[in-house]
Each structure stands twice: as C-alpha cells, then as structure tokens.
C-alpha cells in the first residue's frame, strides 16, 4: 500500500523558536496533503489542506502566519509552525490523498518548553 | 455540513467474542465513509470504507463494516477480537465543499481487547 513518511518523529524545542515537520508520500505522487493536530485521547483536527503548487486552505481558527505550509513539489509538503509556544505542543499528522483513500504518516511529537 | 458520530468512549470486549465499534453519520448526498485504527504514538491506518455496492464492506485484519442507510450507521465489527485489535478506532466521513474535499474524523473510540 502506499506510504507515508514524516521527518522527524518526535522534536523537542525551546519556546520562540520554528520547527519544520516534513511529510513525504514515498510511492505515489500527491496532489492534495493534510495536516491534522490531534490533542491527547481526542480526534483527529484538521489543520489545513495542502495543494501542490499553490496557497494552503486553512481551517478556521488556524493561524496561517503560524503554521507555515508549503507544497513544493508531489511529494513533499511542509507544515512549520513559527515562534513556538507551549501550547503548540502536540501530535501532528499529515495525510496524503490518492484517490478516494488517504494515508497517514506515522506522526510528530512535538514539545515545546 | 457532513458530521459523525462514535457514541461510545471505550469498548471493552474478552478475546475471542466479536466486537462492534458504533458509529453514525449525518450528510447530504451519498456518504463516503471510512474506518481508520491508530496505535499509541502512531499515524492512522486504513481498515475500509464504503462508497457504493454492498452494504457489507470487508477490510484489513478481519474486520467489517456494515452500510445502513435507514439508520444512517456504519459501525464496525470483527466476528473474534484479539487482543493486539487493541486501539483507538476512528470513523470518518469525506466532505465536500467548496471544490475541496477532506475528512471528517469523529471523536474516536478505545477498544480494549482483555486476554
């Protein structure tokens, strides 16, 4: 089946500072990235939806100017979330569409202290 | 807009009886609607989704799904649960809207499969 990847797993950062997470569709080209936040035992946010070649769609709620998104190519989007405070801290998860299904990357802890 | 819905927080089932995850939805049109399983610290894993033909949908890992239209539910079920179908189960449904088209998670639903 098709995968996923996202780099890295888990990231540990000082408040004020950027983090870049990288979600990469291995065997398959992809249009159309997600990324989705997921706060403990809760569902699945959905963030904002990534398309190749052009601007971002942002949730409503999510700051655009915080969570940077970038899909410069079909297989690799980039969600960087800037000047970092604690309550940024999360799991983030980013999904690929490849036609009526989408798969999951494994995940990015990020902390921020 | 398209929602659903997982009534239930946790399921506790003994291993080797069937399960059933619950789960409802609310749409306009025809639902594509999907089961995902996610372990601890991990992404999401498609199990299977409906989106025409039979209302009995098979997946991975011995798992099924069946379509109601009448009582809007797509819950999932497993004939004999293990103890490694342990997780957090999620339904989801595919919006569209505004030329876009994404998935609506519900809330998600801890299975606890005991030996």
């Known amino acids: 089946g098709a995968v996923v990847s996202q780099h890295p797993s888990r990231v540990i950062c000082k408040s004020g500072t950027s983090v870049k997470i990288e979600c990469r569709s291995l065997?398959?080209?992809?249009?159309?990235m997600f990324w989705y936040r997921q706060f403990p035992k809760q569902s699945l946010m959905l963030m904002a939806t990534s398309n190749e070649g052009s601007k971002a769609t942002y949730e409503q709620g999510v700051e655009k100017d915080k969570f940077l998104i970038n899909h410069a190519s079909l297989t690799l989007s980039t969600l960087t979330v800037t000047s970092a405070h604690p309550e940024d801290s999360s799991f983030y998860i980013c999904s690929a569409r490849q036609g009526h299904e989408q798969y999951f990357g494994p995940g990015t802890r990020l902390t921020v202290t | 807009a398209q929602s659903v819905a997982q009534p239930e927080d946790q399921v506790n089932v003994a291993e080797g009886n069937p399960l059933t995850v619950k789960c409802t939805y609310s749409?306009?049109?025809?639902?594509?609607l999907f089961w995902y399983v996610q372990y601890p610290n991990r992404g999401l894993q498609f199990l299977l989704k409906y989106i025409t033909g039979d209302n009995l949908v098979k997946g991975s890992y011995g798992f099924e799904a069946e379509f109601n239209k009448s009582q809007t539910s797509f819950h999932l079920k497993k004939p004999s649960a293990l103890v490694s179908d342990s997780a957090l189960y999620f339904c989801a449904v595919r919006q569209f809207s505004g030329g876009y088209n994404k998935l609506i998670f519900g809330a998600g639903t801890r299975l606890a499969v005991h030996p």
């Open positions: 065997d398959f080209q992809a249009t159309t």
């Open positions: 749409v306009s049109g025809n639902p594509y």
